[in-house]
């Protein structure tokens, strides 16, 4: 349902992209994005992409870092990692939210479709 790709281990300051593709009951989802869990840490919401209206969201912790993209077409969601750092170092989740909203939502319970995970790790 939901194909994630790109992770990997990066040095500090370096860059990643993740992919993340949608097919069967997500391929329509009208926000895909991104949470991550640290070892020990709580769920992060880092970003998001709403088709309806192409409005954005980032987790506070990567605003200015991070950027998310989306190929509609496809139905692919990108995000691209700057300036990263080992506090980056997490699984990254990919999410879909079928749900039609205005807004882009940032809690993980608006997300009914998560993929399988892949790991980002940042070496300092």
């Known amino acids: 349902q939901l194909q994630a790709s790109g992770g990997g281990l990066v040095q500090a300051g370096g860059s990643l992209r993740l992919s993340c593709a949608a097919s ?11 949470f991550r869990q640290a070892p020990g840490k709580e769920r992060e919401f880092v970003a998001a992409f709403n088709r309806i209206n192409s409005i954005t969201n980032y987790g506070d912790s990567v605003k200015g870092r991070f950027t998310i993209s989306r190929d509609n077409a ?26 039609r909203r205005m807004y882009v939502a940032r809690m993980s319970s608006s997300y009914e479709f998560w993929g399988q995970g892949t790991q980002v790790t940042v070496s300092s």
Not at 24 to 34: S, V
Request: proline share 3%.
């Open 24 to 34: 069967g009951d997500t391929f329509h989802a009208y926000t895909m994005g991104w």
């Open 74 to 99: 496809k139905n692919t969601v990108y995000l691209q990692m700057s300036s990263l750092s080992p506090e980056d170092t997490a699984v990254y989740y990919c999410v879909v939210d079928r749900v």
